[in-house]
């Protein structure tokens, strides 16, 4: 049968959500990875990335029973979430690849200012202390700190990699993104198909 069929939509949407739910539990999983060796402890950050692989894994999980039984409202809702995904997706993927060093700097130095624990965390594995500056007063965690020694600032090293993290992230959004935009186009496709198994006589 070829790929328009109903089987081969089917198929192909079935894969699709299975990519998916390895996609959610690999996120779960790095987030418990971190949390288990110390590696983050803002539970900010951990809960976000655990939120949106469950989310993610719902998701899947719609689309997967919806695509199995060919359930019309399932995969209605189903297409239109994945849409609503793809756009924000897609969005915040050009930003990140869009941004310039100076805007790197800016977005850096606000989230540094936001999230004390995740700040420790950063000082503590980068062994460093500040921002752009140190203040003898506050806490900071590095190794350096502790023996006495003077910690170079966190800002300089954060932005050597920040530009290749931010690429990175924009790439993999923008891939997962037309993955999502394929998702939707197969979910409207095989809504529209025909079970031959339900009717074998409108197919003769």
Not at 18 to 28: A, E, M, R
Not at 114 to 143: E, H, K, M, V
């Amino acid at each position: 049968m070829v790929c328009g069929g109903f089987s081969c939509s089917k198929n192909c949407l079935c894969a699709l959500n299975l990519l998916y739910t390895l996609v959610s539990l690999l996120l779960i999983g790095i987030a418990a990875w971190g949390i288990g060796f110390g590696l983050i402890s803002s539970l900010r950050v951990v809960g976000v990335v655990i939120a949106v692989g469950i989310f993610l894994f719902l998701i899947a999980l719609v689309g997967l029973i919806g695509a199995v039984k060919h359930h019309q409202v399932l995969l209605f809702f189903y297409m239109i979430i994945l849409l609503l995904v793809f756009i924000v997706q897609f969005s915040v993927s050009c930003a990140c690849l869009a941004l310039n060093q100076d805007q790197q700097g800016q977005l850096l130095e606000v989230g540094w200012n936001n999230t004390a624990s995740a700040r420790n965390d950063l000082q503590r594995n980068l062994n460093c202390c500040g921002f752009r500056s140190y203040n003898p007063n506050d806490t900071c965690l590095a190794s350096c700190n502790k023996i006495g020694h003077k910690c170079l600032p966190c800002a300089p090293i954060i932005e050597a990699y920040a530009g290749e993290v931010l690429r990175f992230v924009g790439g993999i959004g923008l891939f997962f993104s037309f993955t999502e935009i394929l998702g939707v186009w197969l979910t409207y496709r095989y809504r529209n198909q025909k079970d031959p198994r339900a009717n074998p006589s409108a197919f003769l």
